[in-house]
């Protein structure tokens, strides 16, 4: 099921959650780290739904990772909530932040951020790129 490779770890008031990279996914390994987690349950036959994440909460994917003060992790819709000055830092140096008050939604399926809330984003100067100039063009 969606929560096949997932494995949590307590040490303390701490939580650790990682999920294995399986064959059929393209959202590769992830981690969740915070200082309460609580796993859901939903359905019938009560299969785990997602994650609630409490307490300087740090969530690590193949090319990112996002730190803020609340998360809801759902491995069904794959997807991650986070709230509580979020902030996503890339693998290439882009950072985006976001206020006390703002959400960032993230897709790990298609890799797409959304922002609710006031936020800022920075780029590295060496990730802008300008065209190199070719003969047509000149």
Do not use: C
């Amino acid at each position: 099921g969606a929560w096949e490779g997932v494995r949590m770890a307590h040490g303390g008031p701490d939580s650790h959650i990682e999920k294995a990279a399986l064959p059929s996914e393209t959202t590769g390994a992830l981690m969740l780290d915070s200082a309460r987690a609580e796993m859901r349950f939903e359905g019938p036959e009560l299969e785990p739904s997602h994650v609630v994440a409490d307490g300087q909460v740090r969530f690590e994917s193949a090319n990112r990772v996002a730190t803020g003060e609340r998360a809801t992790y759902s491995l069904t819709d794959e997807t991650v909530r986070m709230s509580g000055s979020p902030e996503v830092r890339e693998s290439d140096g882009k950072r985006f932040i976001g206020g006390a008050d703002s959400e960032v939604h993230y897709d790990l399926k298609n890799g797409a951020i959304r922002w609710n809330g006031p936020s800022r984003f920075f780029i590295p100067r060496n990730a802008l790129r300008t065209p190199e100039a070719t003969s047509e063009n000149r």
